[in-house]
């Protein structure tokens, strides 16, 4: 279904509940299948998460995990140590031109019976599951964490342990972090230097945990560019939230201090708050090699607010739900940027007006449309396939409508 927005005026000082972390989440679920005294509270409500769920509970021999990465990489790792398991683990058109090889090769040189069923590389996989008595190997860290973080999550129900040795750049490193600290809570040893990675097998059960999943900070990507594009003093609060988070997407907070956004924590909930006007000659440059989820918002938010934009870091960007470069350059042309990009980067020049009415095409990616959104603010906007993204925010545009912005479906 298409939606439109009018162009609308956001109300002040609203509230905003978000769920859980779908990273968080995902991991969590898939040790809790490993680990069954593991309890969750606010879990993600996004389908890539209920799909991990499901797909962990199901008896079907074929399991289709739709458009969710992190279910497919991580589950591919879970179902190569599942004895007496034969499973078909496919997903989305996206998902079957997704590279999974480098941890299919990684699962292999463990012992694990992976084979493809269309593309070498790509799912569908049929995996037959068995116990990995080998524990040491290489892989390329620069194409994604997943890969990795898929390896680790198994990594202490090996007989063995796991010692990874990471070869290249390694990209997405908070989210290794964010897999090594979940599993030191439930009291597994792992430990991470320079471009090694060992966790020991796990000898004792693990008695009961709670794991209380801080809401999701991609997920609050958005409202820091709405507030961003609003004027000084408006604020938002949005909850539940942690200081010291696993989420490397957390950087929200510092970055949105360059486009005037100050962030104070009260408890669990933060309030972000317009303070200072832009200054249309900043020019803001990031590396995001560590944040790739926040990119498309950024350099959205830059675009409205028409200051000069160089967001480096982005190789990772090609292989996502699209190929967001390509997508944020087609989709930003449209509304009058003047933009380039290269296979990691892109470049945005100070805007000075912004088209009206301009149809957002969406290409299957959630973030594309969340990204675009706060646009609404500014000039009257549409999108095509709108709800795209129930992929990692199904209430999306009901909390865009519960602070304002008239939304329409077409
Ligand atoms: O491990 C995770 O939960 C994720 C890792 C990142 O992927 P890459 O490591 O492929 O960049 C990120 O883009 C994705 O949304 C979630
Ligand atoms: C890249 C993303 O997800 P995944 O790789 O898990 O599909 C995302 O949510 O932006």
Redesign the pocket.
């Known amino acids: 279904m298409d939606i439109s927005i009018q162009k609308s005026k956001l109300l002040n000082h609203q509230h905003i509940q978000i769920t859980g972390s779908?990273?968080e989440s995902?991991r969590l679920l898939l040790l809790q299948a490993l680990y069954p005294n593991v309890s969750l509270q606010n879990l993600s409500n996004s389908d890539?998460t209920q799909l991990m769920g499901k797909a962990l509970t199901s008896t079907s021999d074929i399991i289709d995990i739709h458009?969710?990465?992190?279910?497919?990489?991580f589950l591919t790792a879970y179902f190569a140590i599942q004895e007496n398991r034969e499973v078909v683990l496919t997903g989305s058109s996206r998902?079957r031109e997704?590279p999974i090889k480098i941890l299919v090769d990684a699962l292999r040189e463990l012992g694990a019976d992976i084979a493809y069923m269309e593309n070498e590389g790509f799912p569908p996989l049929r995996i037959k599951g068995k116990t990995l008595t080998k524990s040491k190997v290489s892989l390329t860290a620069n194409v994604?964490s997943?890969y990795i973080s898929a390896l680790l999550l198994i990594g202490s129900s090996l007989p063995q342990g796991l010692d990874l040795s990471l070869t290249g750049k390694v990209t997405s490193v908070p989210y290794i972090h964010m897999t090594l600290s979940l599993l030191k809570q439930l009291g597994v040893q792992a430990y991470f230097k320079e471009n090694r990675i060992q966790i020991k097998p796990k000898s004792m059960p693990v008695t009961s945990c709670s794991f209380e999943v801080e809401s999701d900070w991609?997920s609050a990507s958005y409202f820091y560019s709405i507030i961003a594009l609003s004027k000084v003093g408006t604020e938002i609060t949005l909850s539940t939230y942690k200081k010291e988070s696993l989420q490397g997407d957390s950087k929200l907070a510092s970055i949105y201090q360059g486009f005037g956004v100050e962030t104070e924590f009260k408890g669990t909930t933060i309030k972000i708050k317009k303070t200072l006007a832009q200054d249309t000659r900043s020019n803001i440059r990031l590396d995001l090699s560590d944040a790739?989820?926040i990119a498309q918002t950024i350099a959205v938010t830059a675009f409205g607010l028409g200051v000069a934009c160089q967001l480096n870091g982005l190789h990772?960007l090609k292989?996502?739900?699209t190929d967001?470069l390509e997508a944020l350059q087609t989709e930003l042309q449209k509304l009058g940027a003047n933009i380039a990009i290269t296979e990691e980067s892109l470049k945005l020049e100070p805007s000075v007006t912004i088209n009206s009415n301009v149809s957002i095409a969406t290409y299957s990616?959630?973030?594309m449309a969340m990204a675009f959104a706060p646009l609404g603010l500014l000039v009257p906007i549409s999108f095509q396939n709108a709800y795209v993204v129930t992929?990692?925010y199904p209430n999306f545009w009901e909390d865009l409508r519960s602070i304002g912005f008239h939304i329409t479906s077409v």
């Open positions: 779908k990273s995902n890539d458009h969710a990465g992190t279910a497919m990489r998902m997704r994604s997943q991609s790739p989820d990772t292989i996502k739900e967001r990616d959630h973030r992929k990692s």
